[in-house]
């Protein structure tokens, strides 16, 4: 496994700007996560996918954040009209797929850290 | 809902002394609980997790932690500190084996003292 990589790893941008991240799961993964990590507090769940069906959205991910995975391969997260609340780590982590009997795990990439001015 | 609660946002200890760090869940069902660690701008390694085959886990880099559903306890231990344990750990829980969101406590930071 080559990991899970994600681009850029570092983005400032200026308040009302869109950004937009992206990861690639490792090989083979059908299921990946995006999580959210401000300082000084654990990762929060933002979203999950299934291939390409996204299945699952957490209340933090208001209608400006929006995640798209549309071959089930790489995946990206948007922001449109960044606030400086929006400035955190931007974790995705994939897995593979479920086998009955055994819990999944979740591997993580580096994450992109953003800072909104 | 499930949590987990971490006791102490920071931990010290001298090199080659003992790691405890301190965790606590709630669920209303048996958890899948989890240990991750993160150095400096980087992503989350997975230590240890629970699945409840044992309730004694043993993980990488020498850590290990016991499952005490009595104590509703998850604490992770390692004998004794290398100076390369320096970073922050994560307790985290889900409610399922398969696909489902990990919920993270908020983290202890570990420092290890020379």
């Known amino acids: 496994d080559t990991g899970v990589s994600q681009d850029p790893r570092h983005k400032i941008t200026k308040r009302g700007q869109n950004v937009t991240f992206r990861c690639d799961p490792i090989?083979?993964?059908?299921?990946l996560y995006w999580y959210r990590q401000t300082l000084g507090q654990g990762p929060e769940f933002l979203t999950y996918?299934?291939?390409?069906?996204?299945?699952?959205k957490s209340r933090l991910l208001s209608d400006r954040f929006s995640a798209e995975r549309p071959k089930g391969s790489f995946s990206t997260l948007e922001i449109q009209r960044t606030e400086q609340g929006d400035s955190a780590m931007y974790l995705c982590?994939?897995?593979?797929?479920?086998?009955?009997?055994?819990?999944?795990?979740?591997?993580f990439g580096p994450g992109t850290r953003l800072l909104v001015l | 809902a499930q949590s987990v609660t971490q006791l102490g946002s920071h931990v010290s200890v001298s090199e080659g002394a003992l790691v405890l760090l301190r965790c606590n869940y709630s669920?209303?069902?048996?958890?899948?609980l989890f240990w991750y660690v993160q150095y400096p701008n980087q992503g989350l390694q997975l230590l240890l997790k629970?699945?409840?085959?044992?309730?004694l886990v043993k993980g990488i880099n020498g850590f290990e932690a016991e499952f005490k559903k009595s104590e509703t306890s998850f604490h992770l231990t390692k004998p004794s500190a290398h100076m390369s344990d320096a970073a922050e750990y994560f307790c985290?829980?889900?409610?399922?084996?398969?696909?489902?969101?990990?919920?993270f406590g908020s983290g202890t930071r570990l420092s290890i003292r020379p």
């Open positions: 982590a994939s897995s593979r797929p479920f086998v009955r009997g055994q819990q999944e795990t979740q591997y």
């Open positions: 090989s083979e993964h059908n299921r």
């Open positions: 996918f299934q291939n390409e069906a996204q299945l699952e």
């Open positions: 629970y699945t409840s085959a044992a309730t």
């Open positions: 985290a829980v889900t409610l399922y084996s398969s696909a489902s969101k990990i919920i």
């Open positions: 669920s209303s069902v048996p958890p899948y």
